[in-house]
């Protein structure tokens, strides 16, 4: 009877935490969402390409600055958990973030060693300054990210997800309140400061890291471990941007502008996939650590999955619908990304087959994870060169984009087998 009791408070509290986690997490996005389309307001198209050109710098910093440090922790951690190696675990997040914290330090200063010195009739001094805040943006989101995985690793979904909400949040208020002014410098000044203090508050809080340590040869062995994981990611990075900056060179920042803007819905898509892979990637690889098997996960996803492309596809009539009479009504001036927003709501619900992911990290198989995201990169290339050189129109490279995020999905599931 006894056992029965504890069985029913266990399953109770973790439909709490889970029932947070979800709630933050749905108000993080919508925040996201919502965050996007009133600095695409603000700025306009050009400004907003400009905003866009910022992302697109920070992002690929965020994996040059981590060098597979991230992704081999957020595996070991939960991993060693799994195995019931608490203290070792913890040692994992001492050294992870010593090491972290001083490899983005040192490439931090190359970065701006470089930037500073390319001459500036080559970069333009706006966009100068706008790499000099793309690197710090990139420096402090690395040590942002890598916090909040900490967080997650060690149980507190639910504290994950409202600092993300908390991020969102703020970043949204002062971006709006200094965009007035500064326009895109506003806006990036906006999430410097707010990733900056939700850092400083975690590295203070020993709840979350007791102690920071580093050492040249734990962070090698870092690397060497995630390294083919980052090394995914930034392949699955650059075939996604790959459309838009050949658009952006070949119709010029206009088009730019509009394409960003189109990929809004996308960013739902991520932010979406993010939530649940951030819940779901450290308990399969806890399982795994306990009991060396994945199936039964696998076989969750296809379903969700599955449910998942019945709702979007049930639900496609009424996006279109919403963004006919809404979006043209308060977005006149975003014309051509409101035609390819409809095309690239697909792509969104392709990418969120990217939780499979999860189980081929659980299974260490970086090289198949690699694998697909590089065939991936070189067909988006070879499209968009295509299209580049045909002067093709901006709803082709929309087509692009979701073709290359279904054949994504279809190549990782196989992986799986």
């Known amino acids: 009877m006894t056992s029965l009791r504890i069985n029913f408070k266990s399953i109770i509290s973790i439909t709490k935490q ?15 969402f919502i965050k996007l389309l009133i600095f695409a307001k603000l700025l306009g198209p050009t400004l907003f390409a400009n905003f866009s050109f910022f992302e697109i710098i920070a992002a690929y910093g965020l994996y040059v600055g981590t060098l597979g440090i991230f992704d081999s922790a957020s595996r ?12 070792y675990s913890r040692i994992i997040v001492s ?26 009739s080559l970069l333009g001094t706006n966009s100068k300054f706008i790499f000099f805040l793309a690197g710090v943006y990139a420096f402090f989101s690395n040590m942002f990210n890598m916090c909040l995985m900490i ?16 991020k969102n949040s703020f970043s949204l208020i002062f971006g709006y309140l200094l965009a007035d002014q500064l326009k895109v410098a506003g806006v990036i000044t906006a999430e410097i400061i707010v990733s900056l203090s939700i850092v ?17 040869k734990q962070t090698k062995k870092f690397i060497i471990n995630g390294f083919p994981f980052m090394l995914n990611s930034l392949l699955q990075n650059l075939s996604r941007n790959s ?40 308990i399969i690889c806890f399982d ?28 496609y009539p009424l996006f279109s619908f919403i963004v006919d009479k809404i979006g043209v009504r308060y977005y006149s001036q975003f014309s051509i990304g409101l035609s390819l927003i409809k095309i690239l709501y697909f792509g969104a619900i392709f990418h969120l087959g990217n939780v499979y992911q999860g189980v081929l990290i659980a299974l260490n198989k970086s090289i198949l ?23 093709a129109s901006p709803e082709y490279y929309a087509f692009v984009f979701v073709i290359n995020r279904l054949i994504g999905v279809i190549l990782i599931r196989a992986f799986c087998k």
């Open 243 to 282: 459309e838009r900056l050949i658009i952006g060179f070949s119709l010029g920042m206009q088009a730019f502008g509009q394409f960003s803007f189109a990929t809004v819905i996308f960013t739902i898509g991520v932010a979406i996939q993010n939530v649940i892979s951030q819940y779901l990637n450290p």
């Open 200 to 216: 400083i508050y975690i590295l203070s809080n020993r709840a979350f890291i007791q102690r920071i340590r580093f050492s040249i």
């Open 76 to 87: 070991l951690i939960p991993f060693y958990l799994g195995k019931q190696k608490t203290v």
């Open 369 to 391: 994870l690699t694998s697909q995201a590089g065939i991936i990169l070189v067909l988006s290339i070879i499209l968009c060169l295509v299209g580049f050189f045909s002067k």
């Open 151 to 166: 967080v997650i690793v060690q149980g507190n979904k639910s504290k994950y997800a409202l600092y993300l909400l908390i």
């Open 288 to 315: 795994y650590g306990k009991s060396h098997s994945v199936s039964k996960w696998l076989v969750n996803i296809d379903k969700v999955f599955l449910i998942w492309i019945l709702f979007s596809l049930l639900t």
């Open 95 to 120: 050294f992870s973030i010593g090491g972290q914290i001083m490899l983005s330090a040192a490439i931090f200063v190359i970065y701006l060693a470089v930037v500073f010195m390319l001459p500036s």
């Open 18 to 32: 889970f029932s947070k986690y979800l709630a933050y997490s749905l108000l993080a996005t919508i925040i996201s």
